[in-house]
């Protein structure tokens, strides 16, 4: 794999960049890290010295943006680490990931955050941004040191894998929300509710004998969050929402002006609980897999921008984690790799727009963390850019993930849509084998030192 950075003529594929409401045939200059030109139809290279990627028959848009994702390290490396957990969100299009700080020891401090940032910038393929704790050491009962947080670069506040149940500290962590401009994202779970719940709660759980999860452990919370946020004018991000009941919630909170975003996960926008039949682990996750109302309700909450984005939630776990008994398994699904392929049933479902789908995974994301350099394909941009097939289907075939997860629903499903390149700051971090040969460098001899713009 070429891993130098190049100068890169993307050429004759369809461009979409809703940052710029582009959806049009043309063709993409990258050099030296950035997007440096774009344009309408085919055209000839401008110089020799650029390498040709052919797009003919392929969406070409802006590299993804993950505001929730877990790399596991430090202190859980035998699930993942930032090197294998970036490699499969370059497979998966992403080139930007926020990972979430329950981590061993916690991201809580300084030099964490510096821990993570530089393992990121040496073995990382792709933008790893993290994301700081709430509380000291996830405890839910001392603030972070948040200020000193933002200096060293996180990009939100989580305790997420464990919500802040103590409301006078979620108030404090809302105000210093608002006065760092930085979002708190909400992990929304009652606890005392939810305990000994594996999957949701209904009438399948009650046939299949496991403890249920109801809706009201993740509403209640969003409820009591929605008005701290109201009370103190904080940011708020509701982490993976997976009922109607939030998503009526969240709807109603953004009517009145509270400063609230959500995002949505691509498996509780595409499987509902009838999936942890067969007492399937890897279908079990926190929050669980709902219904078919529930799935609506998201699927409406996007369209109307409700819910903002779509995050992954991309959570590892080793085989271990996973095998025995439901009930004892641990929660979660390895994301990044099939997040594209399960995501675009939406679209041919006519659910959402592709432009909608695209959106959520980049312009609206970036957005939330207010960096206009990412999420778009715009001049002057980051080089980061996400080249996929519509049409193509493959075989979810886990033994050939980049994440050591392979804790998955699909393994061995057919998916239709597949990311067939990726580029992060100007560097190809991935490309599909199984198009070698379509994407040909090839008609401007290779001469990296002369890069002129076009
Ligand atoms: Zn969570």
Redesign the pocket.
Known sequence: MNNQPVSLLIQGGRLIDPSQGLDEIGSLLISEGKISWLGRGEITPPHPGYDVLHAQGLIVCPGFVDLHCHLRQPGFEEKETIATGTQAAARGGFTTVCCMPNTNPPLDNQATIDYVKSTAATEGVVRVLPIGCISKGRAGEELAGLSELKSAGVIAFSD??EPALNSRLMRQALDWSRDLDLPITD?CEDTALSEGGVMNEGITSTRLGLGGIPNAAEEIIVARDLTLAQLTGGRLHI??VTTEGSVDLIRRAKEKGIRVTAEVTPHHLTLTEERVTGYDTNAKV??PLRTRRDIQALIQGLKENVIDIIAT?HAPHTEADKSGEFASAAFGISGFETALGSLMSLVRDGELTLTTLISKLTYEPSRIIKNEKLGTLAIGASADVTIFDPEREWVVDTKAFASKGRNTPWAGSVLKGKVMATIAQGKLVYKDDLIKGEFKRGEAPLQRKSSPSP
Do not use: L, V
């Open positions: 997420d894998g992990h982490a993976h926190n929050p939630d």
